[in-house]
């Protein structure tokens, strides 16, 4: 700042000189001294400009009264000199902090300059060169000085005012977004302590008694082992069924912090699809059909189905267009569940993937996690499809550990 003020006086300085070398020779502005005592009061108006922000009210005194001083004695040239006057009448309304002083400072140059200006009036009127011009010529000149100074100091005072209230505004506005920051990565750890104690909760009611149970087990297994085998092999069963069990937990406790979900809210089945496209048709003409014989599956199953058919029709109402029509089909094959999304949507043509494609690789994600495939593009007559085959395990028949397994993407790109 120091740096760009005492720039900006030695530029102003150097052509403050330059105006008076120029005005004497062309005859334009007549000096009563040297052009050696006008150089020097050009230098010594706009010096104290270097340090303006710093000092706002002394430079505005220091100069006022060298260019009054410069003026009783004829040596100060009326270009340039102004200018430096206007910035530093400027810099008191826009830098100073204490506002009354800045109001009281400028009030007093203010009238300062217009005693000044009315003092030479009334010197002018009794000069002999104003009988050789006229009185009407006189008082017209004092008139248009009136009306100058009045537009200058006015002006100077308003845009003082006005860059000291933005700034003022400026700064409450960040302070405003820092405390928004602030208290964004304050709710953002809130909500990282609150899902780790949830997680616990989860892994300690959903998990914990299964391996106690096989703590339990595997124990009287050992004890038993020599003298009573069939004892040993019975508690060797309780102790499969039990890591059965917990590996089928397991999974659907992945599948319920994956969801985007928040709270204790149960986890959607694929019993809630009618709801979903019943809600999906307040946005257009969404169908629903279900193929084969509903049958009792692993929850994780039921969940990445939902979620499937959840995020195909959020795309199909984002980019398929007005007016397209989808269809929900849920198939129960043999082997797996089938969810197929289809709409004869026109958004195709124009890019389905102009987004940034979480939803996406969100699907992609969720289906390979149960060791299952799907399939997504345009179709060959029009619009868009999402197909899903995922491994029907059975509420009884748990979904294998290495189709649990946790993906490769990190958090912040699920978000």
Known sequence: MLRADA?????????????????????????ERSLWLVALFSVLVAAPL????????????????????????????LTVSQVVLFLA????????????????ARLATVLAMAVWLLASAIRGFYSPETGEYGVQAFF????????????????AWVFGDRSWQQAVEREALERAQAEVRAQQAQLTEQAISLERLRIARELHDVVAHHVSAMGIQAGAARRVMGRDPERAEQALRSVEESARSAIAELGTIVGALRSRDEGDAPMPTLADLRDLVAAAREHGDVALEVVGTPRP???????????????????????AG????????LRYLDDVVEVEVADDGAGVRGGRG??????QTGMRERVAAVGGTIEMGPKSRGGYLVRAAIPAATAEQPVRQDLVATPTTTPEKER
């Open 7 to 31: 720039l900006t006086a030695l530029g102003l300085a150097a052509a403050s000189v330059l105006v008076g070398v120029l005005a004497s020779a062309s005859q334009m502005q007549r000096f």
């Open 50 to 77: 270097a340090w303006r922000r710093r000092w706002p009210v002394p430079v505005l005194v220091a100069t006022s009264v060298l260019y009054a001083v410069g003026g009783e004695l004829g040596a100060m040239e």
């Open 89 to 104: 009448f400027y810099t008191v309304g826009a830098w100073c902090t204490n506002r009354t002083l800045a109001f009281r």
């Open 140 to 155: 017209s000149w004092f008139v248009i000085q009136v009306m100058v100074n009045a537009a200058y100091f006015a002006g």
């Open 297 to 319: 599956l692993s929850p994780i199953v039921e969940l990445t189905a939902y979620r499937v058919v959840q995020e195909a029709l959020t795309n199909t109402r984002k980019h």
């Open 322 to 329: 007005p007016g397209a029509r989808a269809d929900v089909r």
């Open 354 to 359: 102009a987004g940034l494609g979480v939803g």
